[in-house]
């Protein structure tokens, strides 16, 4: 089992930037990759940024260049620095992490509150 908690959120102006951290407690032994997800209401919730196992990345297009995924294994911390943030990167931004085969788990966390302002 893996805990996630997610913090750092808030309201900035657009240009501005935010750091999200997610917290991870429990085993993370077979966790093939982390991510962080966003979703805005009534729409689904959409892949930002993945970071695998090896230590390979992807984004999202409309994030590309501006946000960057990094981990901190010793402190069991995952990161989402966000850079020149625009009004339609307003969302509630999720991180996550999926086991490997055979359980293919996938662990949320409660989700942080972005709110860019034009």
């Known amino acids: 089992q893996v805990q996630l908690a997610e913090s750092g959120g808030g309201l900035v102006q657009a240009g501005g930037s935010l750091t999200l951290s997610c917290a991870v407690s429990?085993?993370?032994?077979?966790?093939?990759?982390s991510g962080w997800y966003r979703q805005t209401p009534g729409s689904q919730r959409e892949l930002v940024a993945i970071i695998r196992y090896g230590g390979s990345t992807n984004y999202a297009d409309d994030v590309m260049g501006r946000f960057t995924i990094f981990k901190d294994n010793a402190k069991n911390m995952m990161y989402l620095q966000m850079n020149n943030l625009k009004p339609e990167d307003t969302a509630v931004y999720y991180c996550?992490?999926?086991?490997?085969?055979?359980?293919?788990?996938?662990?949320w966390g409660q989700g942080t509150q972005v709110t860019v302002s034009s």
């Open positions: 996550h992490m999926k086991e490997h085969f055979p359980s293919g788990d996938d662990y």
């Open positions: 429990g085993s993370t032994l077979r966790i093939i990759a």
